[in-house]
């Protein structure tokens, strides 16, 4: 009997621990854009691996890109650091995985925020873009800075498109500790 209350006493323990531990996170909500091309005069994105080297089209399977997109807070495209707009920049890799359609793109980046309230800090997100589709989810899966331990989702939409350029939005949810 008295190991029988002891295991409860320690199970108790373990679920009042567990649960001031989730009462001190707090929850995070963030919308940025983030402004992805691949043409025209403002490239950056760039192909740098496939079939046909770093000439393969980015829609077909295999295809790896490296990126440094401009982020920010409206889908303006405003590059003008005084406006105000400029949340930071994304960068990473993403590869096309889908050998039928060429159109499912894995992407992991980091977001480098160079604003002022969390100028130095990142967060770490990866998933799969599946074009075609009306949103998908990544994942949130760290951060530095005033992010450390980030960890949550962020539902995806195009929010416009021409050709292989598009403007991306984040509609970002995480939990901080």
Known sequence: MGAVRLLFAVMAMVVIVSLRATAREREMNMVFYMHDNLNG???TSFTVAGFNGSSSDFGKFGTFIVMSDVVTKNPDSDSDSASGNIVGRAQGTYVNTNM???LD???AFTLIFQNKEYNGSTLE????????QPQCEYAVVGGTGKFRFARGYAVVTTESNSGPNAVLKF???FLLP
């Open 100 to 102: 039928v359609t060429g």
């Open 125 to 132: 997100l990866q998933g799969t873009d599946r074009f075609g």
């Open 171 to 173: 509609n970002t949810t």
């Open 41 to 43: 005069t403002n490239v």
């Open 105 to 107: 793109f894995f992407m």
